[in-house]
């Protein structure tokens, strides 16, 4: 079958766990106590001595305060998640915000030092971290994606490649195997999937507007028929709760513009799992 090479993609929405004597008085120590529970549950009194306060330390049933938890945001999370990368408790790029990821990666960290598992970070885990550690970099605390480059294929090892991966969700844009630029992507839907294999650039457009869904595929490469790379305004609104038509998506409209402006007609493109 023949298709139409200014054929385009579009963004769809994916529909795709009585009265006797008093008891005696317990002895009460600092181990059986629970904060709280005295107050519920008062012990009996006996009625010929006087009342009597029961001291118990409730510094000893505090959690470690914490530095940092759940909903944090900015450069010390970053940090965090890139020192937590290195030991390889976080899977992903550092995004600076402290999730339901990080807090998992905090209590893994937590579990392996003996310190109590509590997901937040607290001084005595970011001490434990600090010395298991070096400091990141900028890089590292600031990638281009949200999750690491994928291991390259081996045919994008030599050459100009457009060398994408389906399971890291990432394109790389490699010169004679170095990574000169990465980017986040997205791909289409499960029946209408984007191609995998070994291409070449056949055109580019600018501005171009799908001639199918009339809808704008902005710096658009085209590398098999109407499959392109392009910038998706509903990929960057949106992340990952949509798919293409087939095209392979790009979020970041500084770094596709840029990349545009570098690939030339005939550089290879692969895709793979």
């Given amino acids: 079958m023949v298709l139409a090479v200014t054929a385009g993609c579009k963004t769809v929405t994916i529909t795709p766990p009585g009265g006797g004597p008093s008891p005696p008085v317990p002895s009460v120590t600092q181990q059986d106590h629970i904060p709280g529970r005295a107050d519920a549950f008062p012990a009996p009194v006996p009625t010929n001595a006087p009342p009597t306060r029961l001291h118990t330390s409730k510094a000893a049933h505090r959690l470690p305060r914490p530095v940092l938890r759940k909903g944090s945001r900015g450069p010390r999370v970053r940090e965090l998640q890139a020192r937590l990368t290195q030991l390889r408790l976080f899977q992903r790029n550092p995004t600076g915000f402290y999730g339901s990821v990080t807090a998992a990666a905090v209590a893994a960290l937590q579990r392996q030092q003996g310190l109590p ?8 885990s970011w001490a434990a971290l600090r010395a298991l550690t070096r400091p990141p970099t900028r890089a590292e605390m ?35 195997g170095r ?3 990465a980017m986040d992507v997205r791909f289409g839907a499960q029946y ?16 171009h507007v799908s001639t199918i869904y009339h809808t704008a595929m902005p710096y658009a490469m085209f590398f098999s028929g109407g499959q392109a790379v392009h910038f998706s305004a509903d990929f ?37 799992k």
């Fill in 117 to 124: 598992r509590t997901g937040s970070l607290d001084r005595a």
């Fill in 142 to 176: 600031y990638p281009p994606t949200s999750r690491p480059v994928a291991e390259p294929d081996p045919r994008c090892l030599a050459g100009r490649v457009l060398c994408i991966s389906k399971r890291s969700n990432t394109l790389a844009w490699m010169v004679d």
């Fill in 179 to 181: 990574v000169r630029s």
């Fill in 192 to 207: 209408t999937p984007t191609r995998e294999g070994e291409f070449r650039i056949m055109f580019k457009s600018r501005r």
């Fill in 236 to 272: 960057a609104a949106h992340g990952y709760r949509g798919a293409s038509h087939g095209c392979v998506n790009v979020r970041d409209q500084a770094r596709i513009a840029a990349l545009f402006h570098q690939v030339v007609k005939g550089d290879k493109v692969v895709i793979y």
